[in-house]
């Protein structure tokens, strides 16, 4: 034992973790499997790599939940926020990255850092107690042994589903005679112009036509194991998505609402949206086209869509295993596993989705170890913040029984104690959060 605190995972959330912990003076032991193994879906050994979409979603902090985390975040000193903020392309309202740029710019920042040791090997079993502190944000990716691992150490069954990733098109094989670009209500976020997204309009007959195809596409075979695992929500295959009802994609990815083709001065029945990837706007994934479709089968039903006859595409869809713990059961308020106190589950891997959500956790987890290793107590943020109501959620909040990946939405904060009107509860809800953050800052110095 060396006294260093270990963090096992590279991550979003392993990476903030290992940051925050430098950053309080606290010697840290980074410990990333790739590229010793490698996974189903990353394609390089750089820390923090982006493996689905490249979007941070919306960034506005007084009407979007995430845009409130976003910077409640930014003023905890998130590295996460910082590189993303440095590597935003436009995307109307939401802050989306050059994930290349990004990944560098969170490496290069870990690998400054006088006190964390980048250590490439895979963990396959939990840190013993005699270890010292832990912190486990192996993502929804965690190895076979770890898994097994971490269902010894806890009596419980692990919980997994499919997640499953976007193509990526090549602008320049769009056809722009038929696609246009415009954001949603024309609306500007950061770094872009209300000009956002490529949108590819479908009539009446297209659309019926590519869900005809989409169900009939090829898809890739379930091992048995696999036929009755879940998937997540927000994260649901387009074709299964199309299963359960011809309508269902028209009012969900592909609803048209905000958009007007400018061939026609209206609004397309349905339309494919695609979203700047890359810092050189050479690359555009495809919104909400999560697939689970053969790779054939991908490239001629999405060759059916208008302005994508000749796409060229720079990464096919994908399917991937999810893997994440019951944390009501299992994590204390602090996110330590009540059977061995030693460890912090942080990340994915605790049950919250999305890339912010499994930063800000880690976050979290890094001033608990931060604060436990001076001997004091942290108390956890309050539950009306973004950061308090995500955490009580995933720690208890979430009936176990039922418990699935969450994102951070309104939904999971404490009322307002006046009535309002609804139009300005949002805001109201903002400026109550980040008061109390601030309160929380100032009375828990180490969470800053």
Same mark, same amino acid.
């Given at each position: ?15 903030? #973790?290992?940051? &925050? ?8 032991? =980074? ?28 960034? !506005? ?59 490439? &090997? ?21 190895? /076979? ?12 069954? &692990? ?22 670009? $415009? ?63 011809? =309508? *269902? ?27 700047? !990837?890359?810092?050189?706007? /050479? ?6 086209? $999560? ?43 602090? +996110? ?11 990340? &994915? ?35 009306? *913040?973004?950061?308090?109501?995500? =955490? #009580?959620?995933?720690?208890?909040? #979430? ?16 009322? +307002? ?10 805001? #109201?809800?903002?400026?109550?959060? +980040?008061?109390? +953050? ?11």
């Amino acid at each position: 034992m060396d006294g260093k605190v270990t963090v096992i995972g590279g991550g979003l959330a392993g990476s903030e #973790a290992a940051f &925050q912990l430098a950053r309080a003076g606290v010697p840290v032991r =980074l410990v990333e499997m790739r590229p010793v193994r490698a996974t189903a879906v990353h394609k390089t050994d750089r820390l923090a790599e982006l493996v689905c979409s490249n979007s941070f979603r919306s960034d !506005d902090a007084m009407h979007n939940a995430v845009g409130l985390l976003h910077e409640e975040m930014r003023r905890l000193g998130s590295l996460i926020m910082a590189m993303g903020d440095r590597h935003q392309v436009p995307a109307g309202g939401a802050l989306a990255v050059d994930r290349e740029g990004f990944a560098a710019g969170v490496q290069a920042a870990l690998e400054a850092e006088p006190l964390i040791e980048i250590v490439r &090997q895979e963990v396959t079993a939990l840190p013993a107690a005699s270890d010292g502190l832990a912190i486990v944000a192996t993502g929804p990716l965690t190895s /076979t042994p770890l898994a097994q691992s971490i269902i010894e150490a806890t009596g419980e069954d &692990q919980l997994a589903f499919f997640d499953a990733i976007a193509p990526i098109v090549y602008k320049d094989t769009i056809d722009f005679d038929v696609a246009w670009f $415009q954001s949603r209500y024309d609306k500007e976020g950061p770094g872009g112009s209300g000009k956002d997204y490529v949108n590819c309009p479908l009539d009446e007959a297209q659309y019926h036509a590519f869900v005809d195809a989409l169900l009939d596409g090829e898809k890739h075979d379930f091992k048995a194991w696999e036929k009755d695992t879940p998937y997540f929500e927000g994260c649901m295959p387009i074709e299964v998505m199309a299963e359960r009802g011809r =309508l *269902t994609l028209a009012h969900g990815p592909m609803k048209p609402v905000g958009l007007t083709d400018p061939r026609t001065g209206k609004r397309p029945f349905a339309v494919v949206q695609l979203r700047q !990837d890359n810092a050189l706007g /050479t690359l555009y994934n495809m919104v909400g086209f $999560q697939t689970k479709l053969a790779w054939g089968a991908q490239k001629a039903v999405f060759r059916t869509i208008p302005g994508l006859e000749k796409a060229e595409f720079a990464r096919l869809g994908g399917l991937h295993r999810n893997t994440f713990i019951n944390s009501p059961n299992l994590l204390d308020a602090e +996110l330590r596993l009540q059977r061995r106190p030693h460890l912090r589950f942080a990340g &994915q891997i605790t049950g919250c989705e999305g890339y912010v959500e499994s930063a800000a956790i880690g976050g979290l987890a890094a001033r608990f170890v931060a604060a436990e290793r001076q001997g004091h107590r942290l108390a956890p943020p309050p539950p009306t *913040t973004a950061h308090g109501a995500l =955490l #009580a959620h995933i720690t208890g909040g #979430a009936d176990a029984k039922t418990f699935q990946p969450m994102n951070v939405n309104f939904g999971l904060f404490p009322p +307002l104690a006046e009535r309002i009107k609804k139009t300005e509860r949002k805001p #109201a809800l903002a400026r109550r959060a +980040l008061a109390d +953050l601030a309160s929380w800052v100032q009375r828990w110095p180490l969470a800053a």
